[in-house]
C-alpha cells in the first residue's frame, strides 16, 4: 500500500492563463465527475517563453495522480480546468 495522496503539478488551460487566474494555497482540486480529490499547496504564472500558463503544486489522490489527467481547481466559487503534467526530472 502506498501513500494515500501524491504530488502534482497542474497547468491551467489556455483561456484560464490569459486571464491571469493563479490558483493560491488551500485552493480545492476536483476530479471532472465533481468528487473533491485535492488541494493547492502553491501557484504562478511559468516563466516559459513559449507561454505564459498558470502552474500550480497540490496534492490529489495517488489513483488520479497520472499525467494527461484533467482535474477542476475551484478559484473564486469557478471550476477551472487543469491538466496533470509532467514534472521535469521525472
Known sequence: QG????????????????????PRHGMMIFA???SEIG??????????QSSHRAIALGYVSASLAETGNEVL??????????????????
Not at 12 to 19: G, K, P, V
Not at 39 to 48: H, K
Open 39 to 48: 488541494s493547492i499547496t502553491s501557484g504562478a504564472l511559468s516563466d516559459s
Open 73 to 90: 481547481i475551484e478559484i473564486d466559487s469557478d471550476r477551472i480546468s487543469a491538466e496533470i503534467v509532467k514534472v521535469p526530472g521525472n
Open 3 to 22: 501513500p494515500a495522496r501524491k504530488l502534482v503539478k497542474l497547468q491551467l488551460a489556455d483561456d484560464a492563463s490569459q486571464n491571469t487566474i493563479i
Open 32 to 34: 471532472p465527475d465533481g
